[in-house]
């Protein structure tokens, strides 16, 4: 869903090609979806920085993982910041968006929490579990949870993988896939939820002290730029990643997360 602030943003916008050669400018700031929490934390700093090189940005905050494609696709925005590789990658496969990354930005290692069960091994046989819906998501959660005993998957399962690639489940635990922005309210209801790590820090989980399992820190999901594809030569992209990975950012972000939100630049 997109928020009331973002829809009075986009409305107000002219569409990207009429002004193309003039993005970045005050009077047509470079437009970049974020999702609400880190993301939207880390574009302020970003912002600030790209000021001094005399590039504007506009920040477009949205509260759910599909729209922020769907407005890049759409020219409303110019790129966007929210999501890791293999989440892009199944949405510009599933949904022909024309979309590209074109540098990383931060990485948000997925963790299991729970409000009934201090560890993993804890969680009962017949145990409700809840992970993302989306794809990418889904199967990135179902490798944690096997990774920590509740499960096993077939060999070589990774973020493509389903419920059908279960193939040992002796504690006959119950999967139930949720959007992801709604697992932690789920909390309550479900033995065990893998909730990513910028939706937990909306709903006060601190991934570090909160979660009973998370993932490596060299986790491969790394958070990327994306722009459309008619884009990615442009001059703007080079300097908004400049930006971005910047050593002030990268501070920002170890000093304001404390290890739940890790740079990946």
């Given amino acids: 869903m997109i928020t009331r602030r973002t829809l009075g943003v986009l409305t107000a916008l002219a569409p990207a090609a009429a002004f193309a050669q003039d993005i970045g400018t005050a009077q047509r700031p470079l437009r970049i979806g974020v999702t609400a929490g880190p993301h939207a934390q880390a ?3 970003v912002r600030e920085i790209a000021a001094r090189d005399g590039l504007t940005l506009r920040i477009v905050e949205f509260t759910d993982y599909v729209q922020p494609n769907a407005a890049l696709a759409a020219g409303d ?3 966007n910041s929210y999501q890791h590789q293999p989440f892009l990658d199944a949405a510009v496969r599933d ?3 024309p979309l590209v ?3 990383k930005t931060m990485i948000f290692p997925m963790g299991l929490y729970s409000r009934r069960h ?3 091994e804890a969680v009962p046989n017949g145990a409700r579990v809840a992970i993302p819906n989306d794809p990418s998501n889904g199967g990135r959660a ?3 949870l096997a990774k ?5 998957l077939k060999e070589g399962a990774d973020h493509s993988a389903t419920v059908a690639d279960i193939t040992a489940n002796p504690r006959r635990i119950r999967v139930v896939e949720l959007e992801a922005a709604q697992l932690p309210r789920a909390l309550e209801e ?3 939820a893998a909730i990513n790590t910028n939706y937990a820090i909306n709903a006060g989980l601190n991934p570090v002290r909160d979660s009973i399992a998370i993932e490596d820190k060299d986790s491969p999901y790394a958070n990327v730029i994306v722009v459309r594809e008619q884009d990615k030569g442009a001059p703007w992209v080079r300097r908004l990643l400049a930006a971005y990975q910047n050593d002030e950012v990268k501070k920002f972000v170890e000093t304001t997360f404390q290890g739940s939100v890790v740079p990946a630049f």
């Fill in 148 to 152: 920590n005993g509740l499960f096993s």
């Fill in 118 to 120: 201090k560890t993993a």
């Fill in 101 to 103: 990354a074109v540098g």
């Fill in 142 to 144: 179902l490798v944690l």
């Fill in 95 to 97: 949904r022909r968006l």
């Fill in 43 to 45: 574009m302020e700093k």
């Fill in 77 to 79: 925005l110019d790129a």
């Fill in 190 to 192: 479900v033995d065990l």
